[in-house]
């Protein structure tokens, strides 16, 4: 863990100027003093946050407002973010879908094969550390950089600030522009800030599980759903330590939280030789630190709405039975919620198999145990009750176009 409080530290140094980009870095070389300069819990937004929720914290450089929510929603919509006007950020994703696309793979705009699986969105404001493996990437201001401007893989290529000319040349923006920031004309930071507001408020939290456990509807969760959830929480099959807590996962940070926490684990579904045989950009935490004990972990993901999320893990590993083509359960014959459960059937198998022997597996956590098919099911039936309908279909994260 070390060498990531090195990263962490040099990037939050190249953060602080990034951020404030020409608004006088103040130049502290205490990593305390950085977050608090960074992070602030913003006062005078309204949240509406479900029961239970804690107050998502947000750089002080870009406070949360309505009118940059709604900019941000245009933006993330807009194909104008790519250099050739085909792709959005919505094409990867999708609401429906909990902001992740049910491909193994997504592609960008030349068609190159993104490394990792898309990710879904749910309470992404509560993530200190963003995407699979990458602990520089620690908010949603800087991670927009990379669906927008990196060229491995290129995703949505842009190179130059066309972009922002084709913005400024359509009349809608130029009073949204001004309601968010104070300036009509649209630039490149503006639209990163104004993306990163509009996705801190993609919070799900209404649930079947929200409604038992938040909202104290008791009859909102079945029989086998709670005898799931104690088993996801009991020490059998100790998926509690890496998906605990209100958003289902260990790496979190917000309002009440006294720092951030994020770690990176391997959860045993591949061998070190099946590793040696890739490419770094598929060997996780690898890829960043260089570090060989870091290969193969990924960060835990949230497990909100993991019934829209599949294929799983970060490269799809865990899909449903008689899918053709992999990247839509669509047409297969399968609803979504029957491939969901094939494929999550498959994760537990898997966990229930203490998965491959391989280096970096957590051994403490990730090691054999036994369900019977009637656990499994409910285990499966708890998992599923995490999907939040409102989420899906709620008008205010949808396309406004
Ligand atoms: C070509 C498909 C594609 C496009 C277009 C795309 N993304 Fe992503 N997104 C991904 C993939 C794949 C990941 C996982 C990245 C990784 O692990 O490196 C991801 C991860 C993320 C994450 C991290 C989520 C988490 O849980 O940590 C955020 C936030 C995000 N994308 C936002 C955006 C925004 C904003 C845009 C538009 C500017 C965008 N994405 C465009 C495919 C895409
Ligand atoms: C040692 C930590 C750890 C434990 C314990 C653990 N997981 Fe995970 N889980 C992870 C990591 C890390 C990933 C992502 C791995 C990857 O993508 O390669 C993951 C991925 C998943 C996914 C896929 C998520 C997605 O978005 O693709 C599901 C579902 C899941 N875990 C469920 C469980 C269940 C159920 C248990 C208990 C039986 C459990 N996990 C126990 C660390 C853990």
């Not at 309204?46 to 029961?51: A, D, E, H, S």
């Amino acid at each position: 863990m070390n060498r990531i409080y090195l990263y962490l530290f040099i990037v939050l140094q190249f953060q602080c100027a990034f951020l404030l980009n020409g608004l006088n870095p103040n130049k502290e070389d205490n990593t305390k003093n950085l977050l608090l300069l960074l992070f602030a819990v913003p006062s005078g937004y309204n949240w509406n946050l479900p029961p239970g929720f804690p107050t998502p914290v947000v750089p002080s450089v870009n406070p949360m407002s309505e009118a940059k929510v709604e900019l941000g929603r245009f933006l993330f919509y807009d194909r104008s973010l790519s250099r050739d006007q085909s792709m959005s950020c919505s094409s990867c994703h999708i609401q429906e879908f909990a902001f992740a696309d049910a491909k193994e793979f997504p592609s960008g705009i030349t068609g190159e094969i993104h490394p990792r699986n898309s990710q879904h969105l749910s309470n992404v404001a509560y993530h200190p550390r963003l995407t699979w493996n990458n602990p520089l990437m620690t908010n949603l201001e800087i991670q927009s950089r990379v669906p927008m401007f990196g060229a491995t893989p290129v995703e949505l290529g842009l190179q130059n600030n066309d972009f922002v000319n084709r913005l400024n040349a359509n009349s809608i923006y130029a009073p949204m522009f001004q309601r968010a920031f104070g300036d009509s004309s649209a630039n490149e930071q503006n639209v990163r800030f104004a993306l990163a507001s509009f996705q801190r408020t993609m919070i799900s939290g209404n649930s079947k599980f929200d409604q038992y456990n938040f909202r104290n509807n008791r009859s909102a969760l079945n029989a086998s759903e709670i005898r799931g959830m104690n088993l996801f929480n009991g020490e059998r099959a100790e998926c509690f330590h890496c998906h605990g807590g209100f958003n289902f996962t260990d790496t979190t940070f917000h309002g009440n939280s006294g720092s951030q926490e994020f770690f990176y684990h391997s959860n045993g579904i591949h061998t070190d030789a099946y590793y040696a045989s890739l490419p770094n950009d598929k060997k996780g935490l690898f890829d960043v630190t260089g570090d060989s004990a870091d290969i193969g972990k990924f960060r835990a993901p949230s497990l909100r709405n993991i019934g829209l999320t599949y294929p799983y893990m970060h490269d799809g590993t865990f899909m449903c039975d008689d899918v053709n083509n992999p990247n839509k359960a669509a047409g297969t014959g399968k609803t979504k919620q029957d491939c969901a459960r094939d494929a999550l059937t498959k994760v537990i198998q898997h966990y229930e198999s203490g998965g491959v022997s391989h280096t970096a597996k957590n051994t403490t956590l990730i090691r054999p145990f036994t369900l019977s098919a009637t656990e499994r099911d409910d285990m499966v039936n708890f998992l599923l009750a995490l999907t939040d309908n409102e989420f899906l279909t709620n008008p205010k994260f949808a396309s406004p176009f």
